[in-house]
């Protein structure tokens, strides 16, 4: 690229160029060719949300789960093609329990879980939502405090791992 297209290029970043020179870079761009996921495969993912970490009001991871299943389907992958299992333990394991236990364990009487939902959405698609029996015990919680339809798992380390050997990819940092 010369060094005016640079300088122009620049300036259509920084809104700073006319129109005219963003569809001189036009061209350019459409020849590069954007990477995307098989929409016939089958795909399998495991998730490891361990941390108390928020987005939109829910856990970080899954939101970010949620946002995995729509980039799949932005590329034709329906989420009968997923396998995804979500593994909470740790402070995640929290966004898994029913209004009564989770007000107790975030201490305000009237705390709604905003995770129940997107937690049965999960379950309605298919996804696997399991939660770590190690810190169930740690915290005095019984199946009775658990989410209707979550899967209980002797604990959430050697659950991943199985699932990594299985041949999932693993997605964790939340």
């Known amino acids: 690229m010369n060094c005016a297209k640079f300088i122009g290029a620049i300036g259509c970043v920084l809104g700073l160029a006319g129109p005219a020179l963003a569809q001189d870079l036009e061209p350019a761009l459409s020849q590069r060719t954007m990477v995307k996921v098989d929409p016939h495969a089958h795909y399998k993912a495991v998730y490891d ?6 987005a939109a009001g829910i856990s970080k991871g899954l939101y970010y789960a949620r946002g995995l299943i729509e980039a799949f389907g932005k590329q034709g992958v329906t989420p009968a093609q997923l396998d995804i299992h979500l593994v909470m333990h740790g402070e995640a394991a929290k966004y898994l329990l029913i209004d009564n236990t989770y007000r107790d364990v975030v201490d305000d009487p009237f705390a709604v879980n905003l995770n129940a939902k997107i937690t049965q959405d999960f379950l309605n698609l298919g996804v696997h939502v399991e939660i770590c029996h190690s810190v169930m015990k740690s915290m005095g ?4 405090d658990v989410l209707p339809g979550v899967t209980i798992v002797h604990d959430g380390y050697t659950r991943i791992v199985k699932l990594e050997n299985d041949g999932y990819a693993y997605i964790g940092g939340f």
């Open 49 to 54: 949300i361990h941390t108390a970490g928020t």
């Open 141 to 144: 919680w019984t199946a009775d």
